[in-house]
């Protein structure tokens, strides 16, 4: 069951890519500063609060639209984990282990 799942939660959650997760939030700044400055200019020239508002609202679903999902380009470095030691917590024998001020960690 595990083989049919796991391609499945990869394409809708992605995998831990930080790059991707600091070009999504630099996207985010930046687009959200673009439709606030787009907003205030048109709502200044028009005087009109509402069409500012909807320009703003409008620049918001963009951007959530454009960051939210686990869209391609945000997972393209993917980072590499350690396997685990086995099969339940207790199980200390084996697999990976870590050095923590001088004492063998597993």
């Known amino acids: ?4 799942l796991a391609p499945l939660q990869d394409a809708f959650e ?4 930080f790059h991707g997760q ?3 939030e630099i996207l985010s700044t930046a687009l959200l500063v673009i439709f606030g400055a787009i907003s205030f200019i048109v709502g200044y020239i028009y005087k009109d ?3 500012t508002l909807w320009i703003g609202l409008g620049g ?4 959530g639209f454009v960051v939210i999902p686990a869209w391609p380009w945000f997972n393209r470095n993917p980072e590499k984990w350690l396997a685990s030691g086995g099969s339940g917590i207790g199980n200390l024998k084996g697999g990976p282990s ?4 001088g004492v063998k960690v597993h």
Do not use: C, N, S
């Open 14 to 17: 992605g995998q831990i890519d």
């Open 49 to 51: 609060i509402h069409l």
């Open 22 to 24: 600091r070009l999504a």
């Open 98 to 101: 870590v050095l923590v001020d």
């Open 1 to 4: 069951m595990d083989e049919i």
């Open 60 to 63: 918001t679903i963009f951007t």
